[in-house]
């Protein structure tokens, strides 16, 4: 009796083998997804520190410039600093025809958090549009209205904020007696021109460059005995 000829083993996967597979595979998606995301959310939050840290610097290079454009004039208040926000008279930067532009620094909320803010005139051919821009400064510091906020710029978290004065050789508060200046000290009625501004910035722990952040401007025309 002739034998049966065994028949070929039929090829592919088991049922099993093919679950197994695609759960393999399953898995190796979601991981790929999880660090695909967690590099696009990693990249996103160096994008914002970045930012962050490039509008902080822009911001301190803004401030420097104002101070190194401050115009002393007569009868016009160059510099003012009343405990909330300091008020710059200063040169135009594109042209000097133009007039003068009185610049504002403070600190105040918007949208829920504390901002490094600069406004900025528009600019002041006579002393009286001077005197309107000055008192606009003021009046943007204390409650601004929409016109006012549309001339501002946010520059950055800020949790606190002081200026000091350098006169006489040493820093002090501007407000208080050792900052004021010397009585008869300004020409025609002006309130001097103080040898160095110190601003100390207190970042919040949201920003990259959290913590206290010093920087100093010196009158370009003093010497070199500056403290």
Same mark, same amino acid.
């Given at each position: 009796? %002739?034998?049966?000829?065994?028949r070929p083993a +039929?090829? *592919?996967?088991t !049922?099993?083998? $093919? #679950?197994?597979?695609?759960? /393999?595979l399953?898995?190796?998606?979601v991981m790929?997804?999880?660090?695909?995301?967690g590099?696009q959310v990693?990249?996103?939050?160096?994008?914002?520190?970045t930012?962050?840290? %490039?509008?902080?610097?822009?911001?301190?290079? +803004?401030w *420097?410039?104002? !101070?190194?454009? $401050? #115009?002393e004039?007569?009868q /016009?208040?160059?510099i003012d600093w009343?405990g909330?926000?300091l008020r710059?008279?200063r040169?135009?930067?594109?042209?000097?025809?133009?007039?003068?532009?009185?610049?504002?620094?403070?600190?105040?909320?918007?949208?829920?958090?504390?901002?490094?803010?600069?406004?900025?005139?528009?600019?002041?051919?006579t002393?009286?549009?001077?005197?309107t821009a000055?008192q606009?400064?003021?009046?943007?510091?204390q409650?601004?209205?929409?016109?006012?906020?549309q001339?501002?710029?946010?520059?950055?978290?800020?949790?606190?904020?002081?200026?000091?004065?350098a006169?006489?050789?040493?820093?002090?508060?501007?407000?208080?007696?050792?900052g004021?200046p010397?009585a008869g000290?300004s020409?025609?009625?002006?309130a001097p021109?103080?040898d160095?501004?110190r601003?100390?910035l207190?970042?919040?722990?949201?920003?990259p460059?959290?913590?206290?952040?010093?920087r100093?401007?010196?009158r370009?025309?003093?010497s070199?005995?500056?403290?």
């Amino acid at each position: 009796m %002739l034998g049966r000829t065994p028949r070929p083993a +039929q090829g *592919g996967f088991t !049922l099993i083998e $093919l #679950l197994v597979a695609i759960g /393999i595979l399953a898995l190796m998606a979601v991981m790929g997804w999880r660090a695909l995301d967690g590099m696009q959310v990693a990249n996103a939050r160096t994008r914002d520190h970045t930012d962050a840290v %490039l509008t902080l610097e822009a911001g301190l290079a +803004q401030w *420097g410039a104002d !101070l190194d454009a $401050l #115009l002393e004039l007569p009868q /016009i208040t160059p510099i003012d600093w009343d405990g909330r926000v300091l008020r710059i008279t200063r040169r135009s930067s594109t042209d000097a025809t133009e007039g003068v532009l009185v610049v504002a620094w403070t600190r105040a909320n918007r949208n829920g958090t504390d901002q490094w803010l600069r406004w900025q005139s528009t600019p002041a051919r006579t002393r009286a549009d001077w005197q309107t821009a000055w008192q606009a400064a003021a009046q943007w510091a204390q409650s601004p209205g929409d016109s006012a906020r549309q001339r501002e710029v946010a520059l950055a978290p800020l949790a606190q904020w002081q200026l000091y004065y350098a006169r006489g050789g040493a820093w002090s508060n501007p407000l208080s007696s050792a900052g004021a200046p010397a009585a008869g000290a300004s020409p025609a009625g002006n309130a001097p021109v103080p040898d160095g501004v110190r601003l100390v910035l207190q970042l919040p722990a949201t920003h990259p460059l959290a913590g206290t952040l010093t920087r100093d401007w010196v009158r370009p025309t003093l010497s070199s005995s500056t403290p």
